[in-house]
Nanobody
Framework: QVQLVESGGGLVQAGGSLRLSCAAS???????MGWFRQAPGKEREFVAS???????????DYIKSARGRFTISRDNAKNMVYLQMNSLKPEDTAVYYC????????????????WGQGTQVTVSS
């Protein structure tokens, strides 16, 4: 089982940027790595994912419509996945989770078997 540890969350003002990192250890680096988020009182939702080979990236519709505010990337040599978040808005406030899937191109929570503990991102207005 892959262990995933997120870092990089924090408090930022609206319009600011954060870069989330996810370190994977203890197993084979997953074919898909994804970021999900859960805002207070809401269900956890997909943000973005990236395949091991290619890589190919997938974004939630609300991200694709945001003109590249978020960018997912991975470093297979370091077993790291990143989420660069720019032009942050208060509605981006959530706990962000890193997850790993054994299938390529995974975008559904049910496809992900490994999860990190999450990192809090708070965007103040």
């Amino acid at each position: 089982q892959v262990q995933l540890v997120e870092s990089g969350g924090g408090l930022v003002q609206a319009g600011g940027s954060l870069r989330l990192s996810c370190a994977a250890s203890g197993g084979t680096f997953s074919r898909s790595m994804g970021w999900f988020r859960q805002a207070p009182g809401k269900e956890r939702e997909f943000v973005a994912s990236i395949t091991q080979i290619g890589p190919n990236t997938y974004y939630a519709d609300y991200i694709k419509s945001a003109r590249g505010r978020f960018t997912i990337s991975r470093d297979n040599a370091k077993n790291m996945v990143y989420l660069q978040m720019n032009s942050l808005k208060p509605e981006d406030t959530a706990v962000y989770y890193c997850a790993g899937a054994t299938t390529s191109g995974a975008t559904q929570q049910s496809e992900y078997g490994s999860w990190g503990q999450g990192t809090q991102v708070t965007v103040s207005s």
